[in-house]
C-alpha cells in the first residue's frame, strides 16, 4: 500500500541557508501534518493543512513557511536556518476530520545544520 | 492548550515480564489517544489507539486503558521481548468536524527488554 513519501530523507545545510522539505501524503488523505523532533524529544507538532489551507499551527518559527498544493502534496519552507533547526522533520497524513483520524507518519528528513 | 505528561521516561524489564507506560492529558476534549512505538532514527509507528467512547483496548501481548475521569490512559505490554525495546510515546488529539486532528505527544519512555 502507498505510504506517505518524504523528500529528501537526508539534507545537510550552512547556517543561515535555505531549506525546503517535501512530503506527498497517502491518496485520498486530504490532511497534512507537520512535526519536527528534536534529539531525545518527543515530535513537535508545527502546523497542518485540510484541503489546501492551513487549519492548525503550532510552534513553528517565523522562519519557517508551509503549503499544501492542488495534488495535495505540501512543502515546508525554513529559511534563516539555524544550528538548534537540526532534527528530524516528520510529515503525516490522515483522512479528514470526522472519520477515522489515524496520522500515518512519513519516513522523516534528517535535517542536519552546520 | 493540550499537555500530555508520561511517565516513566526510562523502563527496563526482564523479558517475559509486563511493562506499563502511563500518560496523563489536561484537555477534556480530547478523544482520541495513540500510541506510538519509536526506534532509533525511524518513524512513529501506531501500536494501538483508544477512543473515548471506550475503555479498554487489546491487541495481542498490548493493551490499552483510558479512565475519562481522571483525563489519564496506560499501555500494558505483556509478555515482552527483546524486540518490544524501543521509545514509546503516547499522544492526545481531538477528532471532530470542528478539530483539526493535530497530535500532542508525551515526552516518550525509553523501553529495555534484557533476554
Known amino acids: 500500500a502507498a505510504g506517505v513519501i518524504q523528500s529528501p530523507r537526508h539534507l545537510i545545510k550552512e547556517k543561515r541557508e535555505t531549506a525546503t522539505l517535501k512530503c506527498y501524503p497517502i491518496?485520498?488523505?486530504?490532511?497534512v501534518y507537520w512535526y519536527q523532533q528534536g534529539p531525545g524529544q518527543d515530535p513537535q507538532f508545527l502546523i497542518s493543512?485540510?484541503?489546501?489551507?492551513?487549519?492548525d499551527k503550532g510552534s513553528i518559527p517565523d522562519r519557517f513557511s508551509a503549503q499544501q498544493f492542488s495534488d495535495y502534496h505540501s512543502e515546508l519552507n525554513m529559511s534563516s536556518l539555524e544550528l538548534g533547526d537540526s532534527a528530524l522533520y516528520f510529515c503525516a497524513s490522515s483522512l479528514p476530520q470526522g472519520s477515522n483520524t489515524e496520522a500515518f507518519f512519513g519516513q522523516g528528513t534528517r535535517l542536519t545544520v552546520v | 492548550g493540550e499537555n500530555v505528561e508520561q511517565h516513566p521516561s526510562t523502563l527496563s524489564v526482564q523479558e517475559g515480564d509486563s511493562a506499563v507506560i502511563k500518560c496523563t492529558y489536561s484537555d477534556s476534549a480530547s478523544n482520541y489517544f495513540p500510541w506510538y512505538k519509536q526506534e532509533l532514527g525511524k518513524r512513529p509507528q501506531l501500536i494501538i489507539d483508544?477512543?473515548?467512547?471506550?475503555g479498554e483496548k487489546k491487541d495481542q501481548r498490548i493493551a490499552v486503558t483510558l479512565n475519562k475521569t481522571a483525563k489519564h490512559f496506560s499501555l500494558h505490554i505483556t509478555e515482552t521481548q527483546p524486540e518490544d525495546s524501543a521509545v514509546y510515546f503516547c499522544?492526545?488529539?481531538?477528532?471532530?468536524?470542528?478539530?483539526?486532528?493535530?497530535?500532542?505527544f508525551g515526552q516518550g519512555t525509553t523501553l529495555q527488554v534484557k533476554p
Open positions: 483508544i477512543r473515548s467512547n471506550v
Open positions: 493543512f485540510y484541503e489546501k489551507m492551513q487549519s
Open positions: 499522544a492526545a488529539s481531538s477528532e471532530g468536524s470542528s478539530n483539526t486532528g493535530k497530535l500532542i
Open positions: 491518496p485520498r488523505h486530504d490532511t
